[in-house]
């Protein structure tokens, strides 16, 4: 297996913040982006190219993959199917992202391999949430098996009387019901595998959520170091049987009923976003090295304390205070309006 060398093209399906900083990353090893998306955004702003296009559009997918050395994805809210036409090219596969788009089949998958989800239910239509209810019992979270995040797609059910509500408010379709877990903490495992096969992963961060979007980040993290070990085997159990390749993430609950597997990121990830800072070689840094082909960095910590917390709508206007202050690292997206509930940036505070 040939590494890229510098100067080679990196293409990115999605325009957002990962993929700027993916960019950013790749610039510093001497590689040059070129970006896919339907509109602009601000992995734009550092991309040697950009091509216009659906993600649904094989023609103009396959167009842009000839023009660069090698594929990756920022997201995982794609269809498969057109990523997969685009064949070897692409890393992590498409399989990859086919499981991890698909909460039914992530959660089998990962069930397969020993994992352990909260109790959950298939949900194919309204009839079905009734014997779902039946099933796995309230209270319960409904979820669309595609397309959700930062708590989009969900509907609470307290009791069953919540269903038709629940229902209408993920806008019906395809769902899974899943019980809810007690738990004290929350966390994630990031790791990156190489294109020889190779793991490393990270320290493990504490992840605390508002609103269902990630606040903060921080490592190390005490309260949830029992539970680390078993979370980070099943994740390289998981990269292994998906022959993944990058960036991957698995996040967890944890609490009396030991570590429950929440879902997974074929991609970098938000909770890890310290490692700019805080790791000698952080996740994009490593996601870049292992699509290109080349050895993975070292993972270890830079600092004796790391927390990261974002910047969510009108939390980025105190920009001049956090550039002022000391120990502060402050990343802002190149966005052009804050919004309710969009991120703007992150802040890294770094203790050494």
Known sequence: MTALPPGSTIGIIGSGQLGRMIGVAAAQLGY????????????????????????????????????????????ENIAAAPIEALGDKVRPSARSLAVAQDRVREKSFVEQLGGRPARWAEVADRAALDA??????????????????????????????????????????????????????????????????????????????????????????????PWCAEAEALAAKVAEALDHVGVLTLEFFCGRDGAVFNEMAPRVHNSGHWTIEGSETSQFENHVRAVLGLPLGSVAMTAKRVKMTNLI????????????????????????????????????????
């Open 32 to 75: 040059r982006i070129h970006v896919y998306a339907p509109d602009s955004g601000p992995a734009n702003d550092i991309a040697f190219a950009h091509s216009r296009g659906a993600y649904d559009d094989v023609d103009a997918l396959k167009a842009f993959a000839a023009q660069v050395d090698v594929v990756t994805y920022e997201f």
């Open 132 to 225: 779902a209810i039946a099933q796995v019992g309230c209270p319960a979270v409904l979820k669309t098996t595609r397309f959700g995040y930062d708590g989009k797609g969900q509907a609470r059910l307290m009791a069953p009387t919540d269903a038709d509500a629940a229902w209408e408010s993920i806008g019906g379709g395809p769902a899974i019901l899943e019980a809810f877990v007690g738990f004290e903490d929350e966390f994630s495992v990031v790791l990156a595998r190489g294109l020889d096969g190779a793991v490393v992963t990270y320290p493990t961060p504490k992840n605390v959520h508002k609103a269902g979007i990630l606040d903060t980040s921080t490592v190390p993290a005490p309260a949830i170091a």
């Open 313 to 352: 709508g009108d939390d980025v206007a105190a920009w001049p205070a956090l550039l002022a202050e000391p120990g502060a690292h402050l990343h802002l997206y190149g966005k052009h309006e804050a919004r309710p509930g969009r991120k703007m940036g992150h802040v890294t505070r770094v203790t050494r």
